[in-house]
């Protein structure tokens, strides 16, 4: 196999007979749309849509030692996380520059999954093998072990609920639980990345079609429609969550970035970049760095990542995303911009565009936020 043959998920015949539009994402021939990436988003946030996120990196962790050692490798207190939960964190250089952001979930007593970006999941996976070093804790690759659906959207408890016996009212936000769905064996995750409720499903690949049939024929009478990758930014995009690469890259640390929370000090021994954070975080007290914003076009024109945010003859910041949010109706971007120029409804901002300035409201992230 040549280095550059991209990488198919289990998925992949499912998605050219759907007519899915492909792409090369992280290595990964994606789907990025199936017809209307607009009717795509408006089936999420309205009634359910479903996703191939097979390119995500699944890493285990096990042992006596594997809590002890997460909480070496990475920013958060995992050592804080009850069986059955998980919790939004980084992994961080020494230098406090971020490597990726994760999601790690306890399965067991000493046993949990890290998941990383596709973008990522080498990285992050030698960074905790090199950190293993001394822990009687076993890191293990398991990207090929693992298909993973995500079902989202207001509709998706009705879906899902049809297929499975497990306590889904009882399955809180960031909670996670094994279970049967269709018949089939799956951690079966109440976590997403559109700012809808959802779920995420982690089950053998051999068993990703039989899913994606059974799932699709559950959402028939609710709407359900698949997803790709392209409605994918825009809900994450509206719903105000980083994407690394844009808002999180190694350049950043958690509190340039505005995700100083993630961080957790209080935690007990040392872990990696602590040194370097320390200085960070009193770096943005003293000095507060770009402040992460929401902008909402005044006009039609479309921002992308790298424009400049600027204010008369000043360059006060630097999108870096940006989309038209079918939510709004408007043409919408994340920024870092000075902190001066952060407060919403800041007068007189815009967005050079292609030597255009475009007038843009700062506003609060996130853009969107679900009813409870």
């Known amino acids: 196999m040549s280095s550059t043959e991209l990488r198919r998920t289990a998925l992949d015949a499912v998605h050219r007979a759907l007519g899915a539009t492909m792409t090369d994402f992280a290595g990964w021939d994606m789907p990025l749309r199936y017809g209307s990436e607009r009717d795509e988003h408006l089936a999420v ?4 849509g479903l996703f191939d996120l097979s390119h995500m990196g699944e890493i285990t962790v096990s042992g006596p030692q594997a809590r002890a050692l997460l909480d070496h ?5 995992i050592g804080t996380v009850k069986q059955g939960r998980a919790r ?3 992994i961080c250089d020494e230098n406090g520059g971020i490597l990726d952001d994760l999601i790690v979930y306890r399965l067991g007593e000493s046993e949990y999954l890290v998941v990383a970006n596709a973008s990522n999941a080498q990285t992050v996976l030698d960074a905790l093998v090199e950190r293993s070093a001394g822990f009687d804790a076993e890191v293990r690759d398991d990207r090929d072990a693992y298909a993973l659906l995500a079902v989202q959207g207001p509709e998706s408890v009705t879906v899902l609920a049809s297929l499975t016996d497990a306590d889904l009212d009882g399955l809180k936000y960031y909670s996670g639980l094994p279970g049967t769905v269709a018949g089939l064996p799956a951690l079966i995750a109440r976590t997403g990345y559109t700012g809808e409720d959802g779920f995420e499903l982690f089950v053998k690949p051999e068993h990703a079609v039989e899913l994606w049939q059974a799932l699709t024929k559950a959402g028939e009478g609710v709407g359900l429609v698949p997803c790709g990758l392209s409605c994918r930014d825009t809900l994450r995009l509206e719903a105000g969550m980083p994407l690394y690469g844009n808002e999180l890259s190694s350049s950043l640390t958690p509190f340039d970035a505005g995700f100083g929370r993630v961080v957790k ?3 007990e021994g040392d872990f990696v970049g602590r040194a370097a954070l320390t200085e960070a975080a009193a770096r943005a007290e003293q000095n507060p760095p770009r402040v992460l914003v929401g902008l909402v076009a005044e006009g039609r024109r479309v921002p992308r990542a790298g424009y400049p945010v600027v204010k008369g003859d000043e360059v006060i910041g630097e999108v870096t995303s940006g989309a038209p949010s079918p939510t709004l109706g408007k043409p919408i971007a994340m920024a870092y911009v000075d902190p001066a120029h952060a407060a919403p409804g ?5 967005v050079d565009i292609r030597g255009r300035q475009e007038p843009y409201e700062v506003v609060a ?3 969107y936020k679900r009813q409870k």
Not at 45 to 48: C, G
């Open 73 to 77: 490798a990475l920013v958060g207190n």
């Open 365 to 367: 992230l996130p853009f």
């Open 265 to 267: 000090f209080e935690k």
């Open 346 to 350: 800041t007068a007189g901002v815009a």
């Open 45 to 48: 946030r309205n009634r359910a």
């Open 88 to 90: 939004y964190t980084m």
